[in-house]
């Protein structure tokens, strides 16, 4: 019998801004490489036009320091708490021997953003 899978540990984001965009793109490359990490989910949440980013994984201590490591300024609070929410929008990268093509994600993270930026309260 297979052993239950660990539940994430959630800890919430808050980023210096602006955030350069190249530092984004250093992120979620490194955390696409780093196969010790195990799955790592980028969480954001949108309402009223404010944004809130959380990340969860398994590896604790190690993704906040591999954070903290490539985006300076970025405060890691633990203990996050996630609502349900009635949508979502899902995007997912894997390392499965090609490249991430940076443009690409650039792209979809800008779309993504714009969407968020009209969110009314409780959307």
């Known amino acids: 019998m297979a052993r239950p899978a ?4 959630w800890h919430q984001l808050r980023f210096a801004l602006p955030l350069a965009q190249d530092v984004a793109v250093g ?3 490194r955390i696409l490489a780093d196969g010790s990490l195990g799955r790592v989910v980028l969480e954001l949440r949108a309402s009223s036009g404010q944004a809130v980013w959380a ?7 190690r993704l906040v320091s591999v954070v903290r490591e490539l985006v300076p300024g970025c405060r890691v609070s633990a203990g996050f ?9 899902v995007v997912s990268a894997r390392p ?12 979809v993270v ?7 930026a009209v ?3 409780g959307e």
């Open 6 to 9: 660990r539940p994430l540990v």
């Open 27 to 29: 992120l979620v490359e």
């Open 55 to 61: 990340v969860g994984s398994r590896a604790g201590e």
């Open 81 to 89: 708490l996630r609502r349900a929410v009635s949508q979502a929008v």
């Open 96 to 107: 499965i021997g090609v490249g991430l093509a940076a443009e690409r994600l650039v792209a």
């Open 110 to 116: 800008r779309a993504v953003l714009a969407a968020l």
């Open 119 to 121: 969110t009314a309260e």
